[in-house]
DNA sequence: AATCATTACCAAAGCGCTTTGGATTTTCCA
DNA sequence: TGGAAAATCCAAAGCGCTTTGGTAATGATT
């Protein structure tokens, strides 16, 4: 069923019935109730692609996943931000489309998303220090909102990031706090921005605090609990050995939980914890009490706040670049306590 | 840069440069390289909406992710199946459109995906026995396939399926093999039909060995981390705890590990655990050697062969439904070992 | 009663592409 | 050298919608 057999049956103008079902005032009250009634009688949905032909909105937003070839893994955060996002295009009746991708090719998925009309704007994941695809997506005109930020670049554009600093600073204070020295750090890949962010916050709570932060309880890789199970068992059996971890992943924090059972250690207890957690659906942090002690904010719910930004854009493209910067809980868990090895109270 | 300009900078009527650009036959190989080259150097590429509506074929498939509002869950595996099949989409030049939605919703949203004409197929996920779905689907003729299958669906649909019971069977066999007889089974939620798939093998394994299975070793429920300890906690403190145990999935097999640990006992020694490893590209199981022995099936191939299933049915619609069956091998870990309460050798 | 807004509708153009049904030219063979 | 066949190209219709630029009828205003 198509306008124009919906109008024929209605004794109508593809016209009237066009703009009856899209809410213009140039129309009888009456008729717009009879043709609406028949719409959803007839089952009767405008079809998509004549529709965006017709207004030049493809009513879609394009996120595009890059596999690098060297470590093609599947951002594990990935599922949870699609399905906070997916809920805010639902609601404004855009669809979703995916691109899978060699990171490489990115600039050239990005091209074709504009030239061919697919989206009317894009989602930009996984930032890197001084990311090339915001300059590809300013010079194409494309509308995108950056799921993080990326240091170092200059041009204004529109990001929603959780402010991974100030959380990696508190973490570490509160550990410091705990009268820890030695504090690990298990960071996610420093190319990535987030991770630089992190870093710096580990290290500005040391400066803030006078500590020396020891490069060799520094370490930074992908994040898998594999990484976290080898970084934290070396290190543990280093002469000098951290008392305290904290951990840029649950995935890691739990190999480090296994690393730690390894050596008999006991968290919250004889060695501290304290992981990032992405609130993820399908790994979370406890039941009722966390089992880690950790810095949260919902990637899910970034996801929907990062969607609704791109499409406020897209309707209201005078607005110029937006940004929003989120606040991580951090919260206590069964994974921290006082460091066992600090002589007396201070 | 749309057809009619490229045509009039050409001096060649749009007709001719859309025949050249694709391929028929009835025009000068001359001129179908001076259009080719004039394509590329004015970066033109047809406009996805306007072809669609011109063939009637959308060039991109669904995939609806049905969140319950229970337990509102995103499937862990999803993003992984995500990639492999992306990379078949990505090959035979689909987009790939993805409708997040509430479970209720389902039935709605693939007929709206059909009237409006948004996609050329759907792959159907998580299916639970005699699901709902496939009829619709078969009602509205939207082309599908589905990842698992739906145990009591009458008519014959497409699918592509890991044989769970076959795997669970051969696991339990393993552990019987070596000397195991009280075997729990942390299972899925079993109203998904791989669970009662795997629950059958497990029982079929019982049967087979003329063992019985203890009810009370056997639990079902959303495969979280939390759900394997809970869930192992409490039986290994049964009068009459279970010596081994087979997992649903990676998740549930790190928290049945924690439990372990809380209790004391080392896996591979004190205790045999099996699971069912989705190779997920965040959560691997292990590096050189497995930490789990597990039943293992690469969700990201099952993507790739499911898209590439589903998109030869689209260009073939007289082939008819398709079926596939991949069996999952079982690995060698760290986690099993000889029931060490079975007195001497059988 | 003539004029003017307002209301309610419609015909037709246009979005950018494919494809049908020619038209024109070239090639080939008797 | 004529005529059929093959090779090239094109005009125009059509995909299903929106939107511009109307027209006709009604009501309000002078």
Redesign the interface.
Known sequence: ?NLKQLSTALGLSPTTVSRALNGYPEVNEETRLRVAEAAVRH????????K??ATGR?M?IGHV?S?SNKH?????I???F??G???S??RAGY???????NDQDEGRVY??LK????VDGVIVHAPEANDARIPVLHSIGLPFVVHGRATGTSTPYSWLDVNNRSAFQRATEFLVDLNHARIALINGLEHMDFAIRRRTGYLDAHTARGLAADPALRVSEE????YGH?AARAMLQLPMPPTAFLVSSM?SA?GV??AA?DLGLKLGRDLSVITYDDD?????N??DVPIFTAARSSV?EAGRLAAEMLLSMIANPEIGPQQRLLEAELMLGLSTGRNPQASGLR
Chains 1, 2 share one sequence.
Do not use: C, Q, W
Not at 95 to 101: A, E, G, R, T
Not at 115 to 118: A, D, E, L, P, Q
Not at 280 to 284: A, D, M, P, T, V
């Open positions: 069923m089952n009767y949905r405008p079809n998509t692609r004549a965006s032909l493809a879609a996943i596999l093609e893994m599947v951002n594990p990935f599922a949870d699609i399905a996002a997916g809920e295009y639902a669809d979703m489309v995916i691109s899978v991708v091209r074709e030239s061919k009309g697919t994040m898998t609990e594999g080898r995935n739990i939980r296994r059972e993820l659906s399908y790994l979370r406890g039941e899910r």
